[in-house]
């Protein structure tokens, strides 16, 4: 049992910068990995970024690699997602996600998802 709280989200302009937070609760947070997913309006759930309990290992999809970085803070339960370099493609809910692995988060098979908080990006 893994509850997920985001925050962060709001409206920047193309070329920005935007740090998601994700809050977690109810297991040994440094046990399980962590992850971001998007939807845009319209459009399936994309993965963005993943990180193992440890934080030692971080995966990234090819739209975020070089842009976004998934980090994470044991000590206060909680994951972050920089953003920067940000575009009006990036424009979506933003979810944080949790599950034993991160071949799992990768594949979009999370055991738990947060609410979701929005980023708009103005061109």
């Known amino acids: 049992q893994v509850q997920l709280v985001e925050s962060g989200g709001g409206l920047v302009q193309a070329g920005g910068s935007l740090r998601l937070s994700c809050a977690a609760s109810?297991?040994?947070?440094?046990?399980?990995?962590m992850g971001w997913f998007r939807q845009a309006p319209g459009k399936d759930r994309e993965f963005v970024a993943a990180?193992?309990?440890?934080?030692?290992?971080?995966y990234y999809s090819d739209s975020a690699k070089g842009r976004f970085t998934i980090s994470r803070d044991n000590a206060r339960n909680t994951a972050d997602l920089q953003m920067t370099s940000l575009k009006p493609e990036d424009t979506a809910v933003y979810y944080c996600?949790?599950?034993?692995?991160?071949?799992?988060?990768?594949?979009?098979?999370?055991?738990?998802w947060g609410q979701g908080t929005q980023v708009t990006v103005s061109s």
């Open positions: 109810g297991r040994t947070f440094s046990s399980i990995a």
């Open positions: 996600t949790a599950d034993g692995t991160t071949y799992n988060l990768r594949i979009g098979s999370a055991d738990y």
């Open positions: 990180i193992s309990g440890s934080g030692r290992n971080t």
